[in-house]
């Protein structure tokens, strides 16, 4: 199967910056993600999303799925159920894009969460 790649353009820009501030990730009120070194993805009209480094999520909440799905824009994208200590279950709650095109590349070794599932708060620079 044929996948189509495509490059962010000004009809689909996408623009990958440092948050430049300290990023937490909440599920169910139990903390799964802190950073210093998140970075902003803002891709075309969808919402900033954030962009954690793996080794600031609490790995052992983490279990890998084998759910996968492609973006003409990033690539090829992995997921993880998290599972909180209070019991609660959010299954591929986040996404990666563990080998992104090169347009995008410096998201390689970060994760996202889906923010309307997990609460993702920015401090004030």
């Not at 970075?39 to 890998?64: C, M, T």
């Not at 690539?75 to 959010?90: C, H, L, M, N």
Request: glycine share 6%; with cysteine; aromatic share 8%.
């Amino acid at each position: 199967m044929t996948r189509t790649v495509k490059i962010p353009d000004a009809t689909h820009p996408i623009t990958i910056r440092p948050t430049g501030s300290h990023v937490t990730v909440r599920l169910g009120g139990s903390v799964v993600a802190e950073t210093d070194h998140a970075l902003s993805l803002a891709e075309a009209s969808y919402p900033v999303v954030q962009y954690i480094p793996l080794g600031d999520v609490d790995q052992s909440l983490l279990d890998r799925t084998t759910t996968q799905t492609y973006c003409p824009y990033k690539g090829d994208a992995s997921y993880y159920t998290v599972q909180t200590p209070d019991g609660r279950t959010e299954a591929d709650v986040i996404w990666t894009y563990e080998h992104p095109f090169p347009s995008v590349a410096e998201i390689a070794g970060h994760v996202a969460f889906y923010g309307n599932r997990a609460e993702v708060t920015i401090d004030p620079a």
